[in-house]
T-cell receptor, first 113, second 116 residues
Framework: DAKTTQPNSMESNEEEPVHLPCNHS???????IHWYRQLPSQGPEYVIH???SNVNNRMASLAIAEDRKSSTLILHRATLRDAAVYYC??????????????FGKGTSLLVTP | DAGVIQSPRHEVTEMGQEVTLRCKPI?????LFWYRQTMMRGLELLIY????????DSGMPEDRFSAKMPNASFSTLKIQPSEPRDSAVYFC??????????????FGEGSWLTVV
């Protein structure tokens, strides 16, 4: 599986935008870019995903580089509830693996008031 | 929908005892996943099922672990005998059919297991 590289931790002030980077230089043409987050003492939850184009939903935006070797998760206004570990994961578009998620270490986001 | 339901939420057991973790996936989902999370190893995929059939169990640590899915609405993960190093949070997750790698996977709240 293609791997992703994320910073171990980041810090943001409340109500400011947060840009969480992810490098995936070995991404293949059929890999989807997924972001999940895990709040303390909870299971992971879906945030957003994309293939080639930038994506927006009620939680966040996903900006994908033109060469797809990197992407950025954007939280437009961080709240204290956004403090979590954010995982950037590639999922193979064609696979016999059932499209299971392979989690790395993720980025631990600290949001301060 | 109630989401993925796991039980028990917390369990403390003695080494050597059998532990059974249970999972009810979201209705209509045809993929079911079992993950384990520890501080040292992070989130690891143990096994997953498609239409109640185990597809990949390469993540199951050893023969002490077994998982079953007798029907579309129930799965179990059993550890026998349990050891202290099995202490972890075990997550069950499910995913709907269609859309392949674009699908969302929904996780339960986890079963927190402590083996003393």
């Amino acid at each position: 599986d293609a791997k992703t590289t994320q910073p171990n931790s980041m810090e943001s002030n409340e109500e400011e935008p947060v840009h969480l980077p992810c490098n995936h230089s070995t991404i293949s043409g059929t890999d989807y870019i997924h972001w999940y987050r895990q709040l303390p003492s909870q299971g992971p939850e879906y945030v957003i995903h994309g293939l080639t184009s930038n994506v927006n939903n009620r939680m966040a935006s996903l900006a994908i580089a033109e060469d797809r070797k990197s992407s950025t998760l954007i939280l437009h206004r961080a709240t204290l509830r956004d403090a979590a570990v954010y995982y950037c994961i590639l999922r193979a578009g064609y696979s016999n693996s059932g499209y299971a998620l392979n989690f790395g270490k993720g980025t631990s986001l600290l949001v301060t008031p | 929908d109630a989401g993925v339901i796991q039980s028990p939420r917390h369990e403390v057991t003695e080494m050597g005892q059998e532990v059974t973790l249970r999972c009810k996936p979201i209705s209509g989902h045809d993929y079911l996943f079992w993950y384990r999370q520890t501080m040292m190893r992070g989130l690891e995929l143990l096994i997953y099922f498609n239409n109640n059939v185990p597809i990949d169990d390469s993540g199951m640590p050893e023969d002490r672990f077994s998982a079953k899915m007798p029907n579309a609405s129930f799965s179990t993960l059993k550890i026998q005998p349990s050891e202290p190093r099995d202490s972890a949070v075990y997550f069950c997750a499910s995913s709907p059919p269609g859309q392949g790698a674009g699908n969302t996977i929904y996780f339960g709240e986890g079963s927190w297991l402590t083996v003393v």
